[in-house]
């Protein structure tokens, strides 16, 4: 029998209300072995932040430490009502295309830290080059690092769209917010990372 618990997740110290995550005993993802879960920014966070940031330049490890506070306050076991995944919180159709098996256990795992991390520096990593590209033909205008936070958060499509950050309903609501939290959260890290 599936169970789901509600339980509200404080996004950081800037006081945002949180997000709402479930917790899901009886995950449908294929394959899934449970994990030890892990709550809080620690040693095997920090060790896989440090490998996935040297993937690219732009993508540095504050960046990335912030922007899984911003997704699930470092809780590996995250399941969002729209069934994003694991720390990172990947829907099951981006994890399809970005998912990477890390730590070589034969499984990409959204739920792995090692896997989700990797990946998302790998996603990130793309959306920052497309931004860049897209700003050098003048077709974007923005931050690339903010445009390619938005397309994580909100498609890259919906970047191009507005040719920029997008904005209006919940673009205004939730995909700028998120950008600018992780942009003011990213200094936490430095001395941690």
Same mark, same amino acid.
């Given at each position: 029998? &599936?169970?789901s618990w509600p339980v509200a997740l404080f996004v950081g110290a #800037? *006081? +945002?209300a949180g997000c709402v995550a479930y917790l899901d005993s009886d995950r449908e993802f294929p394959n899934?072995? $449970?994990r030890t879960v892990t709550n809080g920014f620690n040693d095997e966070y920090r060790e896989w932040i440090l &490998? /996935? /940031?040297e993937s690219c330049e732009a993508i540095t490890p504050q960046l990335l430490a912030a922007q899984i506070e911003a997704e699930s306050s470092f809780r590996s076991d995250a399941l969002s009502p729209a069934g994003a995944m *694991? $720390? /990172?919180q990947f829907i099951p159709s981006t994890w399809e295309i970005w998912g990477i098996d890390a730590d070589e256990d034969g499984l990409a795992d959204p739920y792995s830290i090692p896997d989700a991390i990797t990946a998302q520096a790998a996603f990130m990593c793309d959306n920052h080059r497309r931004a860049t590209e897209g700003v050098t033909a003048g077709q974007l205008d923005g @931050? $690339? #690092? @903010?445009l390619a936070l938005a397309a994580y958060n909100a498609g890259f499509g919906a970047v191009q769209r507005f040719q920029g950050l997008p904005e209006g309903g919940e673009y205004t609501t939730q995909t700028r917010p998120y950008v600018e939290r992780? &942009?003011?959260r990213e200094s936490h890290y +430095? *001395?941690?990372l």
């Open positions: 029998m &599936r169970q #800037l *006081g +945002v899934y072995t $449970p &490998r /996935a /940031a *694991g $720390p /990172a @931050d $690339p #690092l @903010d992780i &942009r003011a +430095v *001395g941690e």
